[in-house]
């Protein structure tokens, strides 16, 4: 049931933009701009108003130069109330076309202006316009600084809510909460942004507010596709969970269809067309994304589209009826798989062909008259993917090209620009012209590498769009490279550069990936800004992985400088993700006798057979994996060769890490003697799901004491986020062990650990202790977890553990992929350990050495005669600086 609902529109920041503005033009009254004051000054008077008739009617451009020359007029005579005046028209008008420094400029002008006069009602309703424009761009954190401050308490002095209540000005009141709680919303805090937004709709003659009932309906949308990832999350770990995390889903879109439906009898009772057309728009788009899950009578989509064409009809020319026009055009059949459609061709669009082009027609002959170059662009590029997908590519050749030249022009476009040289990428390579789609390509990621910050954690809602509109970018120029690299035109030197580009796209996929997971762009500040050949040892390669629809790539970079890609092609991705699973399952069910290596012999010859012999000739003695997708749910360790009978574990060295730039490769020093251990033992209940006790916990206490013994233990009810906080802020500990169960989920809300008195402790919440102790956070070396459980098949839980040491802002990471509640691990921890501190080993040999004496328990009195099965030690990977 979760396929469709998860996806949503890439346009749906439109409705965001709309929405807001929505809310400041009601509550304000000021969605025209303002006319003058008096008419001392004739001519200036005149062009004034010249500049008010042309933005009536969309024409932002034909507005500015008389407002410009007007203003040059009112500065000569010091008329401060008109100059002021004439800079808010601007800021409006430069708004409108998508200028955001120029309208923070005229802002900041007319603010001041106020300030002066001690005005300071205007002041706190410019501070909500200037948080809009923070807002829509994407500044969310200081949107929501202007608007209130960081105490979602009690407001600070002068922002923008504060100053609303102490003037008891309501409408500024009003346009400061509703503004909140977009800015809430667009960081992924629904909660609070539906708190404001209640707030707002509850309060005197607000209730039929159709601007807040939209904002509150994309809200509940929000979270309703949230709530639905959440029970996916649950399903993956057996939760008692889901079925409640899916009603709630439900409850919430159906709220949001409430309210939309509610907004639009609002506007047409108010003859509010735009806001009429928005409403009926979004509700169509919602009852998309809810299909599956019969809340929406499918006949009154169509009553829908069909009133949303006659307000089309009926509206004069302008930038929202062009994007509405856009968005009409690519609505899909019922029944088609409903994505993002700039990467995707449906079977069939919901309206007939012919008016589908006209749609688009209209929309590029409006934006075109409107001088409007983004709208220009997208009604463009998305007129040439239609021609794309009917393969129609020399129509489609030359719209994209067009909408590259519009998005070009407008440096706020580069979100759009990204997208047509993708398309102009796909287009050539349909044709086979692949080193002119390559040129394509590059560009696409060069421009998404500057903006990729921005649009990977500023929007939460982009973030469910990933998979649609920015992962498939790098892993088709990454396919584009690897397979130029290996076609027989190609001399060695032309080889190696393809094959090193595709390394570097491989690695920055891997860090939009966990930005995109976490959200949090602070994690990804480059630690190492040297080749991948400069940082790899003598001993040392680095395998790197990249899952294509038909095919994996596996791409072997040794410390020659030497690359060399084997496809796994006699495989499809469900075979050996089938593998995988099946794989995994075998070590989960601790069948010691009858435990069979079929599948990890299976997976050894896919991988590491076809390079071995390159590994031999240089002596390798270190892996380290740079895993795709569901190759992260491999514990590598374990693969077995069946030449030589035995695990790769015994072969080499195996560490993983999510990208070379992002570790910080400095051995771990040899004095240390402390380590900070966290330990919940007992049984503990959370989310209605058990998390058993770790009887073992003594004994694996007893052997961290003794490696290092200033170490600390905080103890079931002791480890608590306030004691953790003040020994952090007391003592450095370069070790944090932690014993206790992790859950790796979905998304980072399902991170966490299980802490004392029935608690979670997220893995952002982690960070953000640690990074709060100073420059403490930089001397954590290494973070232990030995009690984690990831969902089997789930990339994205195993994308959120291999992130784990980047986000908790440590070096190196040493977890496992299943619970392990026996001595097992109280064995190979301290055996780890003790190679770590006393045998001068890196952090990869001595978890390889730890490894290898379970392995080898059959030999070794001590130890049970079980322990030799991977289940006990493969669970065991390290992530991060493996020296």
């Not at 049931?1 to 409705?15: D, G, N």
């Not at 346009?175 to 309060?203: C, F, M, P, W």
Request: with cysteine.
């Amino acid at each position: 049931m979760f396929s469709k609902i998860f996806k949503s529109f890439f346009y749906s920041w439109l409705a965001t933009l709309f929405s807001t503005s929505l809310i400041l033009c009601i509550c304000f009254g000021n969605s025209h701009p303002v006319a003058i004051v008096n008419a001392q000054t004739p001519d200036a008077y005149k062009l004034v108003n010249q500049g008010i008739e042309s933005y009536k009617k969309g024409d932002f451009h034909a507005a500015i130069k008389p407002w410009e020359a007007a203003l040059d007029s009112y500065q000569k005579n010091n008329d401060f109330r008109n100059i002021a005046i004439i800079n808010e028209n601007l800021a409006r008008t430069y708004q409108q076309l998508g200028n955001k420094s120029l309208t923070l400029s005229y802002w900041e002008k007319v603010k001041d202006y106020y300030h002066s006069q001690k005005n300071l009602q205007k002041v706190g309703r410019i501070l909500t316009e200037i948080a809009q424009i923070y807002s829509n761009s994407g500044q969310t954190k200081k949107a929501i600084s202007l608007l209130c401050g960081v105490n979602t308490l009690t407001c600070q002095t002068g922002s923008a809510l504060q100053i609303a209540q102490e003037q008891q000005d309501k409408s500024g009141e009003i346009a400061a909460l509703g503004s909140l709680g977009e800015a809430h919303r667009l960081q992924g805090n629904y909660d609070l942004s539906i708190k404001y937004l209640e707030t707002v709709s509850n309060s005197q003659n607000q209730t039929d507010n159709f601007a807040i009932l939209n904002s509150l309906a994309n809200a509940y949308a929000s979270r309703a596709q949230l709530w639905n990832l959440r029970a996916k999350s649950a399903q993956n770990h057996n939760s008692s969970k889901e079925n409640e995390f899916v009603q709630r889903s439900k409850d919430d879109y159906i709220t949001a269809i409430n309210s939309l439906q509610k907004s639009i009898g609002v506007a047409a009772k108010e003859n509010n067309q735009i806001a009429e057309l928005r409403s009926h728009i979004n509700l169509i788009k919602l009852a998309y994304r809810t299909i599956d899950i019969n809340i929406f009578n499918p006949k009154q989509i169509e009553t829908n589209i069909q009133q949303a064409l006659a307000l089309i009809e009926q509206l004069p020319d302008s930038i929202n009826k062009v994007y509405a026009e856009i968005e009409l055009a690519n609505l899909p059949s019922i029944n088609d798989e409903f994505t993002a459609s700039i990467n995707q061709c449906y079977q069939q669009t919901r309206l007939p062909e012919v008016q589908v082009k006209q749609l688009f027609n209209q929309a590029i002959k409006t934006a075109q008259k409107l001088q409007d170059a983004r709208s220009t662009s997208y009604a463009l590029g998305e007129l040439g993917h239609l021609y794309e997908c009917q393969k129609a590519y020399k129509s489609a050749w030359e719209l994209t090209n067009q909408a590259i030249w519009f998005a070009d022009q407008n440096l706020q476009a580069k979100d759009s620009l990204y997208l047509w040289e993708w398309q102009a990428g796909r287009i050539l390579a349909a044709q086979k012209q692949f080193n002119q789609a390559l040129s394509f390509y590059e560009r696409a990621y060069k421009t998404l590498e500057e903006l990729r910050s921005d649009i990977l954690t500023t929007n939460r809602d982009f973030q469910f769009d990933f998979r649609d509109v920015v992962e498939p970018v790098y892993r088709q120029l990454a396919q584009l490279q690897l397979e130029l690299a290996t076609s027989n035109n190609q001399d060695s030197v032309r080889r190696n550069q393809q094959l090193n580009s595709a390394l570097t796209t491989i690695n920055s996929l891997r860090q939009a990936e966990i930005q995109n997971y976490f959200g949090n762009d602070c994690i990804l500040a480059a630690l190492n800004n040297n080749s991948l050949h400069q940082v790899i040892e003598k001993d040392t390669a680095v395998i790197s992985s990249i899952i294509f629809k038909d095919k994996i790539g596996i791409l072997l970079s040794l410390p020659n400088q030497q690359e060399y890609l084997h496809w796994v092609e006699n495989k499809n991705q469900e075979m050996l993700r089938q593998e995988i699973f099946q794989f995994r399952n075998s070590l989960l069910a601790q069948q010691t006798i009858n435990y069979s290596t079929k599948d990890a012999e299976n997976i050894y010859d896919a991988i590491i057979s076809p390079i071995e012999k390159y590994l031999t000739e240089q002596r390798i003695k270190t892996l380290v994996f740079i895993q795709d997708g569901f190759l992260r749910d491999v514990p590598m360790a374990a693969l077995y060769d069946k030449k030589e009978s035995r695990y790769l574990t015994e072969k080499y060295a195996v560490a993983t890490t999510s990208s070379l730039q992002l570790t910080d490769l400095k051995p771990l020093s040899s004095q240390v003697n402390r380590a900070l251990v966290l330990a919940l033992s007992q049984e503990s209940k959370i989310d209605n799901k058990v998390f058993p006790e770790l009887a073992y916990f003594p004994i694996e206490y007893t052997a961290i004491k003794k490696i290092f013994p200033e170490s600390k233990k905080l103890e079931n009810e002791e480890f608590a986020i306030h004691n953790l906080k003040k020994e952090i802020q007391e003592k450095t500990y370069p070790i944090i062990h932690i014993a206790t169960h992790a859950q790796f989920g979905i998304i980072p809300e399902d991170t966490f650990l299980v802490i004392g008195n029935n608690e979670k402790l997220t893995i952002d919440k982690l960070e953000t202790i640690l990074r709060q102790a100073g420059n403490i956070s930089n001397a954590v070396e290494l973070l232990t977890l030995t009690a984690c459980e990831t969902a089997t098949g789930d990339d994205r839980a195993t994308l959120g553990l291999a992130g784990v040491a980047l986000q908790a802002g440590t070096k190196s990471a040493l977890a496992s992929l299943w619970p392990v509640d026996d001595d097992s691990t109280a064995n190979l921890i301290a055996e780890f350990y003790d190679k770590l501190r006393n045998a001068g080993m890196s952090k990869a040999q001595a978890l390889q050495a730890a490894q290898l004496k379970l392995i080898n328990a059959k030999q070794i009195p001590e130890i049970n005669d079980k322990y030799d099965h991977p289940y006990y030690w493969s669970a065991f990977i390290l992530i991060g600086n493996w020296l």
